[in-house]
């Protein structure tokens, strides 16, 4: 096997697999709390758009990777559709965006962790509890795609199976009295909770970077693609419904972040705070593992292009893995983390700080979409998508000055590359002028015959007396 090339060895069951861990986590388990607070019965409505929307939103994924099926994923959708520069600049933007938001499902893993086991203990404590769940992320996938995957699929099975039970148990204890009033904080508040619903449906790209992966993708990824939607749509609901049947509207900070807990008492009928809080961080470990593993490809495919080390493209023979990209996490997400541990700050600073850059990542895949899928119904789906997403950036507030930036440093890191990669090129050629120009000491000496004089002829002499 080439020791830069992955094997095609997914198929539908793990391709869903990887799509539900890569976006149930805080969706399922806070989000529906906070949509509820902000904009009470409302948030139904959100939610049911934003269901209906993340088909199509995840359909154009899915058919740019059934196109591109390579681990640069949407990288690899502008590269082709607006050539070799820009899809440079969108890679390390990527990467960037990677790096700097990837660790908030760690460190809300770590918080819940500690929460269980040592409640009250302090911010910095909690990051290096996050941090330790990062490490153990990026070792579980250092053992391959095909353990870590029965792995993740093992503990899904059963975390999905608890959230269900909860939801089947909790809803008979709600009342339908709190639908009224439809918008008690106006129906301005959709805008704001189809934002916060929003989060909730970040992953579907995450599928992109494992294309590569991926057996059949054109048959695969549709499959996958319509299994994950629906799976995910009718958890989000039922968590959704149920929240709104049960809680209460009015709930402070602290409510909010243990609103599952609280329907796990409603469901059982005791105080099960610790379990709660523990299938929490189980169930967000899950979705860190599945983003160190999308964030690994990326950082593959780059260095298999040159734009990072080279030396991170090798690939284990042991497990098919790309084992140094997956160790070149460390010191990545490190950045991150010890900004935050030397800034006493949580990760909250990062969700705020990250929001636009990960819309910003989505309309640059279905800007290329427009470019690449010009016919078909998914040429429609393309323009709706791309409108829907030009339409949510300036909600986003001071998040979108964050994004602007790391494009900035991403466009100038690649005219950086570009000016070395032309300096190189000249070196290379000026060097192949001189080997061209100084003669090969082994080489035998030339006649010193002129090439353009010919020979003299000399006629035989049959030849002269014929004449």
Not at 385 to 405: E, R
Request: aromatic share 8%; charged share 10%.
């Amino acid at each position: 096997m080439a020791a830069h090339v992955l094997r095609r060895h997914l198929g539908v069951p793990q391709l869903v697999v990887h799509y539900l861990t890569s976006v149930l986590g805080v969706g399922l388990l806070v989000i529906p709390v906070l949509a509820w607070t902000t904009a009470g019965p409302l948030s139904l409505l959100a939610w049911g758009i934003l269901i209906v929307y993340s088909y199509p939103f995840a359909l154009v994924f899915a058919k740019l990777s059934t196109l591109h099926p390579t681990s640069k994923g949407v990288a690899q959708f502008v590269e082709a559709a607006f050539g070799r520069r820009a899809g440079r600049v969108a890679a390390l933007y990527l990467l960037m965006t990677l790096l700097a938001a990837n660790p908030v499902l760690g460190l809300i893993a770590g918080r819940y962790l500690l929460a269980a086991l040592a409640p009250g203990a302090s911010n910095r404590a909690s990051l290096a509890a996050g941090a330790l769940v990062i490490l153990g992320c990026v070792a579980l996938n250092l053992l391959g795609l095909e353990v870590s995957g029965r792995v993740q699929l093992g503990v899904l099975v059963l975390v999905v199976g608890v959230l269900c039970a909860v939801i089947v148990l909790a809803l008979p204890e709600g009342s339908t009295a709190n639908l009224g009033p439809l918008a008690p904080h106006g129906w301005s508040a959709l805008g704001d909770c189809l934002l916060i619903c929003f989060f909730g449906f970040i992953g579907w790209e995450n599928a992109a970077p494992v294309a590569e992966e991926v057996r059949d993708p054109a048959r695969t990824f549709p499959r996958g693609i319509l299994w994950a939607v629906c799976m995910v749509g009718v958890l989000y609901f039922a968590m959704a419904l149920t929240v709104a049947l049960t809680l209460p509207v009015d709930q402070n900070a602290e409510g909010q972040l243990t609103g599952f807990t609280r329907l796990l008492r409603l469901a059982t009928g005791a105080d099960h705070a610790t379990l709660g809080y523990l299938l929490a961080a189980v169930l967000l470990v899950l979705t860190t593992n599945a983003w160190c593993l999308g964030t690994s490809r990326v950082v593959f495919a780059l260095a298999r292009e040159g734009i990072v080390p080279r030396g991170l493209s090798r690939i284990s023979p042991r497990t098919n893995t790309p084992s140094r990209a997956l160790l070149a996490l460390v010191p990545g997400y490190s950045l991150t983390l010890g900004l935050l541990a030397a800034t006493d700050s949580n990760e909250s600073v990062l969700i705020k700080a990250s929001s636009a850059a990960y819309l910003l990542v989505f309309l640059l895949a279905f800007l290329s979409a427009v470019r690449l899928v010009r016919s078909g119904p998914m040429r429609w789906t393309n323009y709706l998508v791309t409108a829907v997403t030009v339409l949510m950036l300036p909600f986003m507030g001071v998040s979108v000055g964050y994004a602007g930036a790391m494009l900035a440093a991403a466009v100038l890191v690649e005219m950086w590359l570009s000016r070395r990669e032309r300096a190189h090129g000249g070196e290379r050629e000026l060097s192949a002028l001189h080997a061209a120009a100084s003669p090969d000491p082994g080489a035998p000496l030339a006649s010193h015959t002129p090439r353009d004089s010919a020979p003299p002829h000399h006629h035989p002499p049959h030849d002269r007396r014929k004449r």
